[in-house]
């Protein structure tokens, strides 16, 4: 069964603005799916409308087969959303937020209850549960937001940059978590910025750039289309200039530090090979950028270009 | 009735008493704010108008000064927190974004309004009894038509805290949910028989006051607690029922429409 499925969706606004273009997206059930996009492409328009947060303007949505235009109750009850910013009472304790929106997903209080001890344990936000939500730290309002949206225990859970300006460890805790919930049967879509959080994380990705989508593949099929990678290698001893090699582009980025541009076809041991003949002496070797994150560039940059030409 | 319906009617029940719990909470934790103000502002006006001027006035339509006006100052101040009390409620959650948490659960929108009125409701009915007992303090409070002082005080109620939804759902900023308050409501409230009958006006600011819903309203409040009206009771029964259908379908309407919270 699907989780979401979304057809022809469009949204323009009352300033002219189109932020959806006719997009087409099934997410199946039990999928960690990825949404990802530059600021502005329409990724948040897409969950409003889902979330019944923004009006659209033609296409439909199912949400587990529900259409959220004739059954828009039960589409909800199957959602459970992280937003982008945070939207909860600042005046009202940690518990008495989770137990008022348990209360509108019609759960009785002995359940919301239980379940609020049992999802603050898991989140390290028990011993908060009667602080008042202003004076919790970024990263503690962050988890209470994912808290509340599991309380009805979603088949679907939507989390919109659940981790920005989250720090290293939280965020560490928080995949976990998520990995988790995603392992018991709940369906993922996340949106992030942080592309090395996506590519750990989901099975399934799609792109969306000017409110279309312009990818939507497996994660490993989508990563196998990079062809270039660039790696950084750290040397034993300095050197003065870059070896030169006919078939990859090497530069010097300080004395101990090589960049090294390898194509899908090419071995890299040929490039060992040519640098111990030259008398360089590799340390250690990584990845420049994310692999996801050298893909999602270029993609973007290629549909902003045919988009400029097509003008 | 489907099976749906049947199943959502547990768990909308249970929502639409979370929201009534909530604003019970929200009215309990300002009291400062929600409760105590008009108590001091209504013995004021007990003590002012009421004692002081009241003696000089003398009788109004067969009663003290201080008994005519004790049912009009105790509907002002229902009408004012029913209506101050959404409008302040729903806004801030509106400016504060969790209206989000309402908009995204099942709930239908009906619920929410009625949750919302109902919290209206609350706060009205508990600033009205708090002002009829300071207006115990002052004179006799004498009751002829019950049921009519118990529906006019609750339709009024219900009628003020729909307005203050529509005033929320339209207002962008802080500005625009006092605007109404101050420029129209509070005048007409003056203006609609709280301190006197409109016989005493002349003959163009009768017919004028007619046109002041609050008149009506005032005015049925009054005749259940002393048998005396400035207007016809039943006539003011059915402006009231027409105004809480027509407010009621009108917030129904506009969340449905999302206007003012969905782009």
Not at chain 2, 200 to 212: D, M, V
Request: a positive charge; glycine letters at 8%.
């Amino acid at each position: 069964m699907k989780a979401l499925s979304l057809k022809g969706l469009t949204k323009t606004y009352k300033n002219g603005v189109q932020a959806l273009k006719g997009i087409d997206l099934d997410v199946e059930e039990g999928d960690f799916f990825a949404l990802l996009g530059p600021n502005g492409a329409g990724k948040t328009t897409a969950i409003g409308i889902v979330m019944s947060l923004v009006n659209k303007s033609g296409g439909k949505v199912h949400v587990f087969d529900h259409d959220i235009d004739t059954e828009l109750a039960a589409a909800k009850a199957c959602i459970g959303l992280v937003p982008q910013e945070v939207n909860f009472n600042m005046f009202e304790t940690v518990s008495t937020i989770l137990l008022n929106q348990a209360g509108f997903y019609g759960m009785p209080r002995h359940v919301a209850h239980d379940r609020l001890e049992k999802y603050l344990h898991k989140l390290q936000l028990w011993e908060k549960r009667n602080a008042v939500a202003r004076g919790l730290s970024g990263g503690m309002k962050r988890r209470l937001m994912i808290v509340r949206a599991l309380l009805h225990e979603p088949r679907l859970l939507i989390l919109d940059e659940p981790t920005a300006g989250v720090d290293i460890e939280v965020r560490r805790s928080m995949w976990e978590f998520i990995r988790e919930v995603n392992a018991a049967g709940t369906t993922i879509i996340l949106t992030t910025h942080y592309l090395e959080e996506a590519e750990t994380l989901c099975r399934n990705v799609a792109i969306i750039n000017q409110g279309r989508i312009i990818e939507n593949e497996r994660m490993g099929t989508l990563l196998r289309k990079l062809n270039v990678e660039t790696f950084i290698l750290n040397l034993r001893n300095p050197i003065v200039t870059a070896p030169v090699m006919i078939d990859h582009k090497i530069t010097l980025a300080d004395d101990h530090t090589l960049e090294v541009e390898i194509s899908r076809e090419q071995s890299i041991n040929n490039v060992f090979a040519h640098l111990t003949a030259n008398g360089v002496e590799v340390m250690s070797m990584r990845n420049k950028a994310n692999r996801l994150e050298e893909l999602f560039l270029d993609m973007v940059e290629r549909g902003n270009n045919t988009n400029k030409q097509a003008v | 009735m489907s099976t749906t319906k049947i199943s959502r009617l547990a768990p909308n029940l249970v929502g639409f008493q979370t929201i009534i719990r909530r604003e019970y909470n929200r009215i309990m934790r300002i009291w400062g704010q929600t409760l105590v103000p008009p108590a001091i502002t209504a013995t004021l006006y007990f003590v002012i108008f009421g004692n002081l001027i009241g003696r000089r006035v003398g009788d109004m339509s067969g009663y003290t000064y201080m008994q005519y006006i004790a049912p009009g100052l105790i509907m002002m101040t229902v009408i004012t927190n029913s209506y101050g009390n959404v409008v302040s409620s729903f806004f801030g959650a509106k400016f504060g974004k969790h209206i989000e948490e309402l908009l995204v659960s099942p709930m239908p929108n009906y619920l929410i309004v009625m949750g919302y009125m109902m919290g209206g409701i609350l706060r009205g009915l508990l600033v009205g009894a708090v002002v009829s007992a300071i207006a115990l303090a002052f004179t006799h409070l004498h009751v002829v038509h019950p049921f009519i002082v118990i529906s006019a005080v609750l339709l009024s109620s219900i009628v003020f805290a729909l307005a203050g939804m529509v005033n929320a759902i339209f207002a962008k900023n802080f500005d625009q949910i006092s605007f109404i308050p101050t420029f129209i409501l509070t005048p007409l409230t003056y203006l609609g028989g709280v301190f006197y009958t409109i016989t005493l006006l002349p003959e163009f600011a009768q017919r004028l006051s007619h046109a002041n819903p609050i008149l009506y309203m005032v005015s049925a409040f009054r005749f259940g607690f002393l048998g005396v009206s400035d207007v016809d009771v039943k006539l003011s029964f059915i402006i009231m029922i027409t105004a809480v259908v027509a407010l009621f379908s009108s917030c129904i309407w506009l969340l449905y429409k999302g206007v003012g919270l969905r782009e």
